[in-house]
């Protein structure tokens, strides 16, 4: 991690799980991270449970990346106070459990407007502070098995992922299509996808909890991997599942 030292991160939905974890183990790793969430006081106690020393290395903004206007405020803050973004952690995301076919349409938008536009939106900003500035930066894209695989729910549980699937396939053609647009730019942007198994994270479903799980922090470190690797090794996608996962 020496090459990151004093480099910015932004990372989405910093304020739990898998977020929050990447976000405290840069922090002790010497990167400058800019968490964005809408849970202000969840990353004010983050920053308020690490040394006092690490404080200053962990700024905090309110952020809906849902919301163009609210990715724009956030990046511009970025990019004028801390001069630009040399890693972008894309892992907000939402999951309003039910059905395709009887779920609210207002839930089912929310979810591609965080899981894909939010994630998209924030790929072009911090693109364009790496090229412009000639950085050798790194995107990083938490995508889900349920982007590999429809999981059939456990027991005689309803189907409830609806939407989530759907952009989590999403997610890993977007993958392959930004690796291919960095390389056709000609840049030295490495782009990762990090796959978990079941995580014991806020946004796992009814119905889950009994089946072996990961936590937050073995995806974390499963990113500082992929962060850590030599300029010219691209982790393209790392899928981590807990022992014993059935799927």
């Known amino acids: 991690m020496d090459r990151w030292q004093d480099r910015v991160a ?20 010497g990167v400058v991270v800019v968490g964005l969430a809408r849970r202000m006081d969840r990353m004010e106690a983050l920053r308020a449970d ?6 200053g290395r962990f700024h905090l903004m309110h952020c809906d990346v849902s919301d ?19 890693i972008m952690v894309n892992n907000a995301g939402c999951l309003f459990p039910g059905q395709l ?3 609210d349409l207002q839930k089912l938008e929310q979810t591609w407007q965080v899981n894909i536009m939010g994630v998209l939106n924030c790929t072009r900003r911090a693109f364009r ?10 995107v990083v894209l938490i995508n889900s098995l349920t982007g590999e695989t429809i999981i059939n729910p456990p027991g005689d549980e309803l189907q409830v992922l609806n939407m989530y699937p759907l952009t989590k396939h999403g997610i890993k053609a977007m993958l392959e ?37 990961l936590r937050p922090e073995d995806i974390a470190a499963g990113i500082m991997y992929a962060l850590a690797t030599p300029p010219h090794v691209q982790v393209h996608q790392l899928t981590i599942k807990p022992l014993g996962e059935p799927f």
């Open 10 to 29: 932004v990372v989405t939905g910093a304020s739990s799980g898998i977020g929050a974890a990447v976000a405290k183990q840069l922090v002790e790793s």
């Open 50 to 55: 690490l040394p006092e020393e690490l404080h």
């Open 68 to 86: 163009l206007d609210s990715i724009t405020a956030a990046f511009d803050w970025v990019e004028e106070h801390l001069g630009g973004i040399d």
């Open 101 to 103: 076919l009887t779920q």
């Open 129 to 138: 502070s790496m090229q412009q500035r000639d950085v050798p930066g790194h």
């Open 177 to 213: 299509v930004l690796r291919q647009e960095f390389r056709g730019f000609k840049t030295k942007i490495k782009v990762t996808s990090i796959t978990p198994g079941v995580t014991d994270t806020e946004i796992l479903p009814r119905g889950y909890g009994d089946l072996p799980m």
